[in-house]
């Protein structure tokens, strides 16, 4: 095969183009940090480290959750502990009121202070968080899912469980729903000591302790299971931030470019393509007299 002019001098750019290529790769290795900016530069680590950034994408999410739920937890754990505060309280005071030595004008004032603690449990019952209901179910719009007329307390809301995604394949229900207080028996329990008082009958608020006693035990239920979801979150939170991590290490060393040797193979490609340019251009500058001399 004859090897025309036209054949070495077009040889000779296409080596100076693919020199150049690679000078702008390494730049651009050199200006990222990354070894692998496209899936043209290595398929199979490109594909890993696209796998690895989608898991990595599902952890945060589910972090995100976890803390979004966190505070519809943190304040059922504050509502349930305040209650359960003010059951403690009713108790100290129905024992007062059992206590025959005391008068009816006692007993009087003494249903005034359960009437007080009820109005408190109604308040705790209707709070809100982020301006949603945090014990109406899934009907958290309904601002004000307890009404309390006096005689009885009444529930507007729904048993409906609130769910968050903190980890693969666990939901967890964030959420205590206004049934789950209604059937602690702490309202119906605190009326009936009111009016038991109010009627002087001893008898009648001495039954209710026991009462009181089993309302005071389903409220530090529901304060304990919430517990639990917390511990739930919190542990998976906790496994999620290891795991992500960890990821990050891999991403970090299947894509990360090594600088020293990035600088050291752009030096020796920028002298070879200055070397090359050189004789390129020497290359190029012949002309038919060359070939005749």
Do not use: C, W
């Not at 906790?238 to 960890?246: C, G, H, Q, T, V």
């Amino acid at each position: 095969m004859r090897i025309t002019q036209s054949i070495m001098s077009r040889n000779l750019m296409q080596n100076l183009n693919t020199s150049k290529e690679h000078m702008s790769e390494l730049q651009n290795s050199a200006a990222t940090g990354k070894s692998i900016l496209n899936s043209s530069d290595d398929p199979i680590k490109f594909a890993r480290v696209t796998r690895y950034r989608k898991t990595l994408s599902q952890y945060n999410q589910y972090i995100r959750n976890s803390n979004d739920g966190a505070g519809f937890v943190d304040n059922n754990a504050l509502a349930m502990s305040d209650l359960h505060s003010l059951v403690v309280e009713s108790r100290s005071i129905a024992i007062q009121g059992a206590d025959l030595a005391q008068s009816g004008h006692t007993r009087q004032v003494l249903a005034d202070r359960i009437d007080g603690i009820l109005d408190q449990t109604l308040s705790i019952a209707n709070s809100t968080y982020l301006g949603k209901s945090i014990f109406s179910g899934t009907d958290t719009n309904n601002l004000q899912p307890f009404d309390y007329d006096g005689t009885s307390v009444t529930y507007s809301g729904n048993d409906g469980k609130i769910s968050r995604r903190i980890s693969e394949g666990l939901d967890v229900e964030i959420n205590i729903s206004g049934s789950d207080l209604i059937d602690s028996g702490v309202f119906d329990t605190l009326i009936g000591i009111r009016d038991a008082l109010r009627a002087n009958d001893t008898d009648t608020v001495a039954n209710y302790l026991k009462n009181l006693e089993t309302s005071s035990e389903n409220v530090l239920e529901l304060e304990s299971s919430n517990g639990l979801i917390k511990n739930h979150m919190i542990m998976s939170e906790s496994r999620l931030e290891a795991a992500i991590l960890n990821i990050q290490s891999t991403i970090s060393d299947t894509e990360d470019a090594d600088m020293a040797e990035v600088i050291m193979e752009y030096n020796g490609e920028e002298l070879a393509y200055e070397a090359a340019l050189q004789v390129t251009s020497k290359a190029l500058q012949l002309n038919i007299m060359d070939f005749i001399r």
